[in-house]
């Protein structure tokens, strides 16, 4: 089965600092890879998704990039974080019709 | 544009049946999920419903999709305590995956 490994778990970062979550998936080979961003509410939203390496779509402009290095790496980095930026940051990769889902790392922006 | 609605809440007695609601808008949709989101957690994958299906059992979770209506639900039979939690719906477009989710519904389970 497919497993999807996020890490950190937890990070308190203050404005101005970069960034860089880190993804990867164990189980599968050439999956589509999503970032997704929990805010405080409950709501996700899409951030970014990648169908291979290298190919990254931004689903809506913001501070963030992602960057898939390896087939089974995703990786959400930015240069200058903001405090609109903190919530909860979702991993999750598609195999056939299922979506599997990291645990999560939670930012919190100060 | 796509839109995935949930009502916000749902109270039930332990051992009832709860059934969570959920209206979308994409009629391409492929296919249709129910995730868990437990405080703190991931979201955990329970089910999901291939676009051409109107049921899927699985234990005790039904799943029912009335694609006139465009409308989606969960059923929990015999709730626990456990089953305490967020309940995502999500449809996936035709183009890569990507899901569009509800707002999530709060099941609160009472002894």
């Known amino acids: 089965s497919q497993t999807i490994h996020q890490w950190p778990a937890t990070l308190v970062q203050p404005v101005g600092s970069p960034l860089s979550l880190e993804c990867t998936v164990e189980?599968?080979?050439?999956?589509?890879l999503y970032w997704y961003r929990q805010a405080a509410g409950r709501g996700l939203q899409l951030l970014f998704y990648?169908?291979?390496?290298?190919?990254i779509s931004s689903e809506v402009p913001q501070n963030l990039s992602a960057s898939r290095p390896q087939d089974r790496q995703f990786i959400l980095s930015s240069k200058k974080l903001l405090l609109s930026d903190s919530g909860f940051y979702l991993c999750?990769?598609?195999?056939?019709?299922?979506?599997?889902f990291g645990p999560g790392t939670r930012l919190t922006v100060t | 544009g796509e839109d995935v609605e949930q009502s916000l809440f749902l109270s039930v007695r332990e051992g009832d049946s709860s059934v969570i609601n959920c209206t979308y808008t994409?009629?391409?949709?492929?296919?249709l999920y129910w995730y868990k989101q437990e405080p703190g957690a991931g979201l955990q994958l329970l089910t999901y419903?291939?676009?051409?299906?109107d049921m899927k059992q699985d234990q005790r979770l039904t799943v029912l999709l009335n694609k006139k209506d465009k409308h989606l639900s969960l059923r929990i039979a015999d709730t626990q305590t456990g089953d305490s939690a967020i309940y995502f719906c999500?449809?996936?477009?035709?183009?890569?995956?990507?899901?569009?989710f509800g707002q999530g519904t709060e099941l609160s389970v009472k002894p």
């Open positions: 999500a449809e996936a477009d035709n183009q890569g995956g990507k899901l569009i």
């Open positions: 189980g599968t080979s050439n999956p589509n």
């Open positions: 419903i291939f676009s051409n299906m």
């Open positions: 990648s169908v291979g390496i290298g190919q």
């Open positions: 994409d009629s391409s949709s492929t296919y």
């Open positions: 999750a990769g598609t195999r056939g019709g299922e979506q599997y």
